[in-house]
Each structure stands twice: as C-alpha cells, then as structure tokens.
C-alpha cells in the first residue's frame, strides 16, 4: 500500500529564510508525488509534480522538490520565505490502478511566516 | 478558462438528513474525484467517477453516493447525516488519459451536521 509521511505539523521560519518541508513516501512501484498548498479557508492549489521525468521539479512562487528514491522522501524547499507562504502543505502520492488514479494525502505541514 | 466550481459554499444540516453537493470540472478533464476533509487533517478519498461510472472508492459506507452526468458534471449525496460528517468536502477534476494525473481542486464545500 502507498502512503506519505510528513515529518513536521508545523514548521516556523522568518520571512527572507529558507524552507524545509519534509516529505517521506511509501511505494511498491514508482509514484507520482506532488505537493499541494492550501491557504485558510481555501481550496488545494498544486505546487508541483514529480512524475520520473527528472528528480528536481521546480513548481510555482520558487518552490521545487527534489525526489530522491534510495532515501524515499520528497522534500519541499524554498530558498527564502515570504510571509505569503504561510499555509498548510500537504505532501502527496498517487498510486494508479488502470488508468484511474486517487490522491493519498499526508496530515500536513503548517508553515508560520514570521516578519 | 474556468476552473473547478462546487455548489453551495456552505450549508447546515441536521443529524439524519440527506444533502446533495455539486461540481462542475475544470474545462477539458473528464474525471470527477470527491475527497473529505475534516477540520485538522489532510482530504481523503471518497471515490472517482470517469464516464459516468463509479471507477474507484475509498473507505467511506454506502451513505455516500454520488453520480456523474454526460457534461462531466458531478453530484456527491450523504444520506442519513451524522455529527462526524460535517467536513469539507473537495471536488477535483483531471483527465485520466496521458498523465501526469494532477488532479485540479475546487473551493469546497463546507458542511456542518448539527
């Protein structure tokens, strides 16, 4: 079965620092990942995607994620935060069956933006 | 290009009510997913609906049913509501051929059971 973990609930970092969100995945098959971002009160946005075309994806507002499969994580990073950045981020895995695919969410991370 | 749009935004019910939510697809996508996100924690799947059929479900009872019409269009039916269902409830569309099968989410739907 597939599943995610991510590492951190939450995650605080001044505003101009780097990002770190951790990001371990389970898979008996290469996965898709992706990560997705979901301000207050709001829908899920996709970041980025991970589908085996290249271990380093670059996705929306500087974020990228680096698939690294001999450590079985998917970490999300940003080199310098901004305070629009704070959200809860959810790390994803996506296991296909014929074609029909489902989103396996992890709890989520929540990252707090300091000035 | 519109993207994925749910009705109502929110809605209350009482305990052994039956509600109705609906989704409208991204423009192009073909699949209509429904996922369940209770306060605090990630979505989870509820089931997927490709070419108007029920392809996949997760973990949730029959009180939960859904339907998908020929525009693609989607409607997702609790029966019999109880405390523990009040959530957000998330449609997202995608296309289920060519990859990479990101899936596209919608506002919501918040629902409260009283």
């Known amino acids: 079965a597939q599943s995610v973990t991510q590492l951190d609930s939450h995650v605080s970092v001044s505003e101009g620092t780097p990002v770190l969100l951790r990001c371990n995945y389970s898979s008996s098959y290469s996965p898709s990942l992706f990560w997705y971002v979901q301000h207050p009160n709001k829908g899920l946005q996709l970041l980025l995607k991970y589908t085996s075309a290249a271990t380093l994806v670059k996705g929306i507002n500087g974020f990228e994620a680096e698939f690294k499969k001999s450590e079985t994580s998917f970490h999300l990073t940003k080199p310098s935060a901004h305070m629009s950045d704070a959200a809860e981020y959810f790390c994803?895995?996506?296991?296909?069956?014929?074609?029909?695919?489902?989103?396996?969410f992890g709890a989520g991370t929540r990252l707090a933006v300091h000035p | 290009d519109a993207g994925v749009t749910q009705s109502p935004t929110h809605l209350i019910k009482t305990r052994g009510q039956q509600v109705t939510l609906r989704c409208s697809p991204k423009?192009?996508?073909?699949?209509v997913s429904w996922y369940q996100q209770a306060l605090g924690q990630g979505p989870q799947f509820i089931f997927q609906?490709?070419?108007?059929?029920?392809?996949q479900r997760g973990n949730f009872p029959d009180r939960f049913s859904g339907h998908q019409f020929p525009n693609y269009s989607s409607e997702l039916n609790v029966n019999a509501l109880l405390l523990g269902d009040s959530a957000l409830y998330l449609c997202?569309?995608?296309?289920?051929?060519?990859?990479?099968?990101?899936?596209?989410f919608g506002p919501g739907t918040r629902l409260t059971v009283t």
């Open positions: 997202a569309s995608s296309l289920l051929q060519g990859g990479p099968y990101e899936q596209y």
């Open positions: 994803v895995v996506s296991p296909l069956s014929g074609g029909y695919n489902k989103l396996i």
């Open positions: 423009s192009g996508h073909d699949t």
């Open positions: 609906y490709y070419e108007e059929e029920e392809r």
